[in-house]
């Protein structure tokens, strides 16, 4: 598959014109990565997009004891799309499970691309907007549901009896009904004379019936067991997309706090350099009372001194 193809395979690219891809195929690097090596980390600057040519990528989600491989990514997989939009630091790191051979696709470059093909941006600007309502959908949508439902509604007649029989056999009712009939058995076959007592002591037929029940309810309440497993991790994988949902919420409420409060802070600093503006302003003289005060310090003055000159020069005229 050429560069062209694998491009093409990225939902931001693929409603762009076959020669757009080929464009932007041109500006692609290769990159190679040893096993175990880091592509990016976590917090690193967005700077380029990748496409795996060959290999594997684990996308890892925090640090030490808490760290999580969130996916797995092999050939003509891609990820880091979304920082040649932003170039935001990176929010996972991006580890080869084994020797990869990765295409790259710097930020520069894409930004240049779109530059020179406005119609190419608008296309991409179409993907980026199916993107957002597809996760805007996903963040509404409610992920918490009735496993349990949802397990029973898959069950098959089988193993909805298996779970019953493993139900009642585990519970009092059973216990008091075999107890009592058990009991009735052998005070029946004690009491009783040869032709009625069909099981007299050692009671073998008893033995018999007993070992044949455990035989069957045995393998029954594994069965029952398996099911409860399989709820349980049901129940787990549940309990980890809710978790999930709730991280991602509270992630996106403290960008937008800190957001808020950068603005907030970059709005008090130019009320308060506006405020020392004015202060200054009021504090220095105007150029007009300055003006003012300079020709009613000549009227006062100057006054003097040229009303001789005046009557000299009117003197010589006449």
Same mark, same amino acid.
């Given at each position: 598959?050429?560069?062209?193809?694998?491009?093409?395979?990225?939902?931001?690219?693929?409603?762009?014109?076959?020669?757009?891809?080929?464009?932007?195929?041109?500006?692609?690097?290769?990159?190679?990565?040893?096993?175990?090596?880091?592509?990016?980390?976590?917090?690193?600057?967005?700077?380029?997009?990748?496409?795996?040519?060959?290999?594997?990528? !684990?996308?890892?989600?925090?640090?030490?004891?808490?760290?999580?491989?969130?996916?797995?990514?092999?050939?003509?997989?891609?990820?880091?799309?979304?920082?040649?939009?932003?170039?935001?630091?990176?929010?996972?790191?991006?580890?080869?499970?084994?020797?990869?051979?990765?295409?790259?696709?710097?930020? !520069?470059?894409?930004?240049?691309?779109?530059?020179?093909?406005?119609?190419?941006?608008?296309?991409?600007?179409?993907?980026?907007?199916?993107?957002?309502?597809?996760?805007?959908?996903?963040?509404?949508?409610?992920?918490?549901?009735?496993?349990?439902?949802?397990?029973?509604?898959?069950?098959?007649?089988?193993?909805?009896?298996?779970?019953?029989?493993?139900?009642?056999?585990?519970?009092?009712?059973?216990?008091?009904?075999?107890?009592?009939?058990?009991?009735?058995?052998?005070?029946?076959?004690?009491?009783?004379?040869?032709?009625?007592?069909?099981?007299?002591?050692?009671?073998?037929?008893?033995?018999?019936?007993?070992?044949?029940?455990?035989?069957?309810?045995?393998?029954?309440?594994?069965?029952?067991?398996?099911?409860?497993?399989?709820?349980?991790?049901?129940?787990?994988?549940?309990?980890?997309?809710?978790?999930?949902?709730?991280?991602?919420?509270?992630?996106?409420?403290?960008?937008?706090?800190?957001?808020?409060?950068?603005?907030?802070?970059?709005?008090?600093?130019?009320?308060?350099?506006?405020?020392?503006?004015?202060?200054?302003?009021?504090?220095?003289?105007?150029?007009?009372?300055?003006?003012?005060?300079?020709?009613?310090?000549?009227?006062?003055?100057?006054?003097?001194?040229?009303?001789?000159?005046?009557?000299?020069?009117?003197?010589?005229?006449?």
């Amino acid at each position: 598959m050429d560069r062209t193809e694998l491009l093409q395979r990225i939902p931001l690219f693929e409603s762009l014109e076959k020669d757009d891809l080929d464009a932007l195929s041109h500006k692609l690097r290769e990159v190679a990565v040893e096993s175990g090596h880091n592509v990016f980390a976590q917090g690193d600057e967005g700077d380029a997009m990748y496409v795996i040519q060959d290999g594997a990528v !684990d996308i890892v989600a925090g640090t030490g004891k808490q760290k999580v491989i969130v996916s797995s990514l092999f050939k003509q997989q891609y990820f880091g799309e979304l920082s040649l939009l932003d170039g935001a630091p990176r929010s996972a790191t991006a580890v080869a499970s084994r020797p990869t051979k990765l295409l790259a696709l710097d930020r !520069d470059d894409f930004v240049e691309f779109i530059r020179r093909r406005p119609e190419a941006a608008l296309s991409v600007m179409h993907e980026v907007g199916e993107r957002i309502r597809a996760t805007n959908e996903l963040m509404t949508r409610t992920v918490t549901r009735n496993v349990l439902e949802e397990e029973d509604k898959k069950s098959t007649l089988g193993e909805r009896v298996a779970d019953m029989v493993a139900a009642f056999g585990g519970s009092w009712p059973f216990i008091f009904i075999f107890g009592g009939f058990m009991a009735l058995w052998m005070i029946w076959n004690s009491v009783m004379s040869t032709p009625l007592a069909f099981d007299p002591l050692p009671f073998m037929f008893l033995n018999l019936f007993l070992s044949t029940l455990a035989a069957l309810q045995a393998p029954i309440i594994m069965m029952s067991q398996n099911r409860q497993s399989t709820k349980d991790k049901a129940l787990a994988v549940n309990d980890f997309q809710v978790n999930l949902k709730n991280e991602v919420t509270i992630d996106k409420i403290l960008r937008n706090q800190a957001e808020v409060l950068q603005r907030i802070t970059a709005l008090e600093q130019r009320l308060v350099h506006r405020a020392a503006r004015r202060r200054s302003k009021r504090r220095r003289p105007s150029p007009k009372r300055g003006v003012a005060i300079r020709e009613s310090r000549g009227a006062s003055g100057e006054g003097v001194t040229v009303a001789p000159s005046l009557s000299r020069g009117h003197a010589n005229h006449t």
